[in-house]
């Protein structure tokens, strides 16, 4: 009986496995925790309240003393805080001849000192019983935008890398990639793990008079092209470091509209949630649930202080700064791509929680910021790490009543004050241990497995010849002639400097220092260009130019000869004599009066400029000047950074080794470039429609020529890759229009959107004739193509089904053999297919129906049960025919392409006859007994 029990599940489970329609596929299975999050957890039920809160802050210190004695050693050894951030300013860096083992031994110290908190027993408070603190590695953390002073933290030692405007003016990921890689190789191996960077801010509308102005700190203005090089330069950074550096993408959700900047005060911004989908948050969807792999997106977002007023449609409402918002923080992390993003571990960041700007809020008197409140409102507003930079600043703080001459001991009330809440308010207490799981899973995701072997970074920087030559390759591809055109060029500047002709150089060089006790750094030496010319051009190395006929002055100097002091008489002379003027500018910062040294020489000294070669290289934004100032220059270079590498490229340019191949990343008003136009396609180029057929070559043959379609046929359209006028393909969702017309009768446009530079769509034919379609992006066209399509049997004439998909669902295709022929996309209906259904259908219908009559021919026959047995043989026997039809077991495949869809009821049919065959002669051949 035990024998037939078997046999009947196994035959139950037999006949409803097929009953699943095949083509509905199977269920996937559910995600598995990763590695990371299953350690977190774990780790996380063993940790105090006192532990969970630490992981929280990320602390600033003073100086380069960690030692037992200071206050940043308490802060790791006693109260766990989750990771501190270098900065020059807060002299981390002191300037020596051993700067980088400097460098390394404090991270070094730093991640020891928190090792060694693990190694001493404490007394756990709640429970009184002895507990062993876990070793979780500090994030240590840095930012390091390139360009060097002031937005570089480490100055001289490191790679001089180029500004994110300068990556931008490339136009070329592949160059982002490579300077992140650069900047993630040698970061990594020096102990940070944290990197505050890549600015995603887009520069939308430049402010030429330098005042809250982005500068060389963003890829550009257009968002497309800022997310692309953002997921790239995070590619990169990860590469670069193995996977030990976590990704900081700043400062959400973007700053490109603000008229300040965050350090100096909180800025209002008039844009609608809508608005600052389309901008704004555009290169952050793009690094977030839009990111193309794990590699290119962001670990943690920076959160910025900034308010938005019209956020949710009503222009009179303002909110608080993002960062300390709940309602309005939440609005923006509820878009789907953030959302995504945010369920796979993504971590949000405050921006320094003890700035100016924000004390301002707090405390517009100056003598009341109680730290802990703005911490909590931060961290209530949805950010998980809070950056405490203010804080151990020496500022004076207040608790609840009582003034403290010390954020030191501001950040410790902050910190008793959270574990208590901690301790008293269960939602607070599982608000924390949400944002502290996080904080562990990326940890682990940069160590997977937390010893001080694995966590001790090697100091070893490698590839520095390769790496500088990086940094050349994006200032010689980023340069950019920006007036006059290339056209016009040859005939204005022929020739170049000899070694007869006198050459005045202008520098914008000034010096600053970020504190009292840092070193003194030098934006660009005043004769780095000077120098530059005579190592390439000078009696060394040819004998092209004379030194004695190079002078090199500062703008300060130019400043104070056209304010009429006697010590600037050199400058007079120098630029009387000269043949040739060249200025290397900056930004305009109204801080710095000698930043308008040039305007001011055009417009004051006409006399002094008259009959020379007067050459202009912008080594910042190149936005500031305005058409009358560029009108003076013979010739307009931008190159948008300043370390040495932009100096080289600049001499090349002026005796015209190399030729510029880049363009601006951002609209200069100056000359009339709008960055609107220039990514739009360029009417200048005409557009191929390509059709994607088995051996077509545009290139060998014309389509009109070919009678390959016939009625009931799909034309797939796809056109060639759309050049914008800087001759790089349209950003993604550039409109395109096809126009189709046959017989002479026009049909309404169809309307596609480019995705890598590609646009296309389908036509289903139902009429023969002549078809004759065009493509269309704003003022770009194709010439008009022709498919005859031949009458096959006289029929009506109906419309022609158009038939197109979402653009999200766009997919390009592999390239066409032909090596000659351009990548198309073709855009395919997603059409609902019903005949796996119905041939699952009649196949359950057939093997039904022969195992009644199988039934019945046994009872005729006198066995009733042999009947029953015969009838389930028989329909098992189908379907077990119809799985191995639908599973292309070995023979299948040929029958169904021999006889279509038919041949899985075949395969059916001939399973219930083998299913009726055995049963007949498990019964005759047996010892059947007969009813």
Not at 867 to 876: D, E, P, Q, S, Y
Request: aromatic share 8%.
């Amino acid at each position: 009986m035990k024998n037939f029990l078997w046999i009947r599940l196994i035959l139950i489970a037999t006949i409803l496995i097929p009953l699943l329609p095949t083509k509905m596929g199977l269920a996937a299975a559910p995600q598995q925790e990763g590695g990371e999050a299953s350690r977190a957890s774990d780790l996380l039920a063993r940790m105090t309240p006192e532990e969970r809160v630490g992981q929280l802050f990320l602390v600033t210190f003073t100086g380069t003393k960690v030692g037992p004695e200071s206050e940043i050693f308490d802060l790791i050894y006693n109260h766990y805080v989750g990771g501190v951030i270098l900065l020059d300013k807060n002299n981390n860096f002191p300037a020596s001849e051993t700067m980088l083992d400097d460098i390394w031994s404090l991270t070094n110290q730093l991640q020891t000192n928190r090792f060694s908190a693990s190694q001493e027993s404490r007394i756990n408070p709640d429970t009184g019983n002895t507990f062993d603190p876990a070793f979780i590695p500090l994030f240590i953390g840095i930012s390091q935008e390139g360009d060097g002073y002031p937005t570089d933290q480490i100055i001289g030692p490191l790679t001089p890398l180029p500004s994110q405007l300068s990556i931008g003016a490339t136009w070329d990921p592949n160059f982002a990639q490579d300077v992140g890689r650069v900047s993630g190789e040698e970061l990594s191996a020096l102990g940070f793990n944290l990197l505050f960077g890549p600015s995603l801010d887009v520069n939308e509308v430049p402010r030429t008079e330098g005042v809250g102005d982005l500068g060389v700190r963003t890829f550009g203005g257009d968002p497309f092209w800022v997310g692309e090089m953002g997921r790239a330069y995070i590619s990169g950074v990860h590469a670069g470091s193995n996977g030990r550096m976590a990704v900081v993408s700043k400062h959400f959700p973007g700053l490109g509209s603000s008229d300040r900047l965050p350090e100096d005060e909180v800025a209002t911004v008039r844009k609608s949630l809508e608005q600052l989908k389309q901008i704004e948050l555009a290169p952050f969807f793009a690094v977030t649930g839009n990111a193309k792999s794990p590699e290119e997106t962001t670990d943690a977002l920076l959160t910025s202080h900034i308010r938005y007023q019209g956020l949710q449609g009503n222009i009179r409402a303002t909110t608080r700064p993002v960062s300390f918002d709940q309602t309005a923080l939440s609005l923006l992390l509820g878009l789907p791509a953030l959302t995504t993003w945010r369920s796979n571990g993504g971590i949000m960041i405050s921006d320094d929680v003890g700035s100016k700007a924000v004390r301002d809020i707090y405390d517009p008197t100056g003598e009341s910021f109680i730290a802990r409140r703005a911490a909590l409102d931060a961290f209530l507003a949805g950010n998980d790490l809070l950056y405490m930079g203010g804080f151990l600043q020496g500022e004076v703080t207040q608790t609840e009543g009582e003034p403290i001459i010390s954020g030191y001991y501001a950040m410790i009330d902050t910190l008793d004050f959270f574990t208590q809440k901690y301790r008293e308010d269960p939602d607070f207490a599982k608000r924390v241990d949400e944002s502290v799981l996080r904080i562990l899973t990326l940890k682990y995701k940069l160590y997977s497995f937390f010893t001080l072997t694995m966590v001790l970074p090697s100091g070893l920087l490698e590839n520095e010849s390769v790496n500088s030559q990086i940094a050349f390759g994006v200032a010689q591809k980023a340069a950019t002639l920006i007036n006059p055109t290339f056209n016009e060029l040859e005939n204005v500047l022929p020739a170049t400097p000899n070694r007869s002709d006198r050459i005045v150089i202008f520098t914008d060089s000034y010096t600053e220092s970020r504190c009292q006790q840092c070193p003194l750094q030098t934006s660009i030496a005043v004769d780095a260009l000077q120098q530059t010319i005579l190592n390439l051009y000078g009696s060394g190395t040819g004998g092209v130019v004379f030194s004695g006929n190079i002078a090199s002055h500062s703008f300060l100097e130019l400043q104070q000869m056209l304010d009429g002091q006697a010590a600037s008489s050199a400058v007079d002379t120098d630029l009387r004599r000269a043949d040739w003027v060249i200025f290397l500018t900056l930004d305009i910062n109204p801080e710095r009066p000698e930043s308008y040294a040039l305007r001011r020489f055009l417009s004051e000294r006409p006399d002094l400029a008259r009959d020379k070669r007067i050459i202009a290289f912008a080594n910042s934004a190149p936005y500031y000047l305005d058409a009358t100032d560029i009108s003076k220059f013979t010739a307009f270079y931008g190159l948008y950074s300043k370390p040495p590498s932009f100096v080289e490229v600049a001499a090349r340019l002026l005796f015209k080794e190399i030729q510029p191949e880049g363009a601006s990343p951002v609209s200069i008003p100056g000359v009339g470039y709008d960055l609107i136009s220039a990514t739009s396609p360029d009417p200048e180029r005409t557009i191929l429609v390509l059709i994607d057929l088995p051996g077509y070559n545009p290139a060998n043959e014309p389509l009109s020529s070919i009678p390959r379609f016939r009625l009931g046929d799909t034309i797939p359209i796809n056109t060639s890759e759309i050049l914008d006028s800087n001759g790089n393909p349209v950003p993604d969702n550039t409109p395109v229009e096809f126009l189709v017309s046959i017989n002479g009768i026009e049909f309404p446009a169809i309307t596609s959107a480019t995705i890598g530079g590609i646009a296309g769509a389908s036509i289903l034919i139902e009429q023969s004739g002549s078809i004759q379609i065009q493509a269309m992006a704003g003022d770009a066209q194709s010439e008009v193509v022709s498919i005859d399509v031949p009458a096959e049997r006289p029929t009506p004439t109906p419309s022609p089904t158009v038939i197109l998909t979402e653009t999200s669902t766009v997919e390009p295709l592999p390239t066409i053999e032909n090596p000659t022929a351009t990548p198309m996309i073709v855009i395919a209906p997603p059409e609902t297919d019903f005949s796996g259904l119905i041939m699952w259908l009649l196949a359950i219908g057939t093997s039904c129906l022969l195992g009644w009559l199988a039934l019945r021919v046994g009872a005729s026959m006198g066995y009733v049960r042999w009947g029953v047995r015969w009838g389930l043989a028989t329909l098992i026997g189908g379907l077990l025919g119809y799985m191995y039809a639908v599973l292309d077991f070995p023979g299948a495949q040929w029958v169904s392409k021999t006889t279509l869809h038919w041949g899985v009821l075949l395969i059916t049919g001939l399973g219930s006859l083998t299913g009726f065959a055995l049963a007949v002669v498990l019964r005759f051949g047996g010892n059947g007994n007969r009813e």
